[in-house]
């Protein structure tokens, strides 16, 4: 079955960054887009972006860009996002999830980050 | 960007009922609409796709409709379990972008 497993839980000073790790299992790796979301405190879902990995294309969420990097290794399975320049508001817990390809419905999730950004 | 406004924010109803949430976008979205659940301290779970396909392993209570810009996610007889919130997603046009939720309470 598919199994989503991210890293730990996060504690950054405000203008750090951060790196969330996904490794995937279950499942053929390049077959299936990843996308990250996140929720911020009492808040709603808000899709970041989404990357393939069979040829490493993005899309970033416009309101990111410029903060935002996803990248993933082939060679583990794993999909990673960064995010620069943190700001308090960016204190959310941050999924991974799969998807095929543009049909960017979520069938499968990670269990979540909780990265906090505070002084 | 496509927004998504779902109705109502939160409801109360009681096991047995019959449940609607709705969901508007602010353009046509060709049937691509999804809905999820989500419990406290939880990832959300895919329940429906294409407006009305049930995902693999979701009971047959929970069922969707729709075209254009409003579609519907109905449970037919609450249980236990179905306490939750609830979000649309439309994946016709990136950003993708959800909704606000809906809070599924006790009565």
């Known amino acids: 079955q598919v199994q989503l497993v991210q890293s730990g839980a996060e504690v950054k000073k405000p203008g750090a960054s951060v790196k969330v790790s996904c490794k995937a299992s279950g499942y053929t790796f390049t077959n299936y887009g990843i996308s990250w979301v996140r929720q911020a405190p009492e808040q709603g879902l808000e899709w970041m972006g989404w990357?393939?990995?069979?040829?490493?294309?993005?899309n970033y969420a416009q309101n990111l860009q410029g903060r935002v990097t996803m990248t993933t290794d082939t060679s583990t399975s794993t999909a990673y996002m960064e995010l620069r320049s943190l700001r308090s508001d960016d204190t959310a817990v941050y999924y991974c999830?799969?998807?095929?390809?543009?049909?960017?419905?979520?069938?499968?999730w990670g269990q979540g980050t909780l990265v906090t950004a505070s002084s | 960007d496509f927004q998504m406004t779902q109705s109502p924010s939160s409801l109360s109803a009681s096991l047995g009922d019959r449940v609607t949430i709705t969901c508007r976008a602010s353009?046509?979205?060709?049937?691509?609409l999804a809905w999820y659940q989500q419990k406290p301290g939880k990832a959300p779970k895919l329940l429906l796709y294409?407006?009305?396909r049930l995902e693999s392993g979701v009971p047959s209570r929970f069922s969707g409709s729709g075209s254009g810009t409003d579609y519907t996610l109905t449970i037919s007889s609450l249980q236990p379990e179905d306490f939750a919130i609830y979000y649309c997603q439309q994946y016709y046009s990136t950003p993708w972008t959800f909704g606000q939720g809906t809070k599924v309470e006790i009565k």
């Open positions: 353009q046509g979205i060709s049937n691509s």
């Open positions: 999830a799969t998807h095929y390809s543009h049909l960017g419905y979520f069938d499968s």
């Open positions: 294409a407006t009305s």
């Open positions: 990357i393939s990995p069979s040829n490493g294309n993005t």
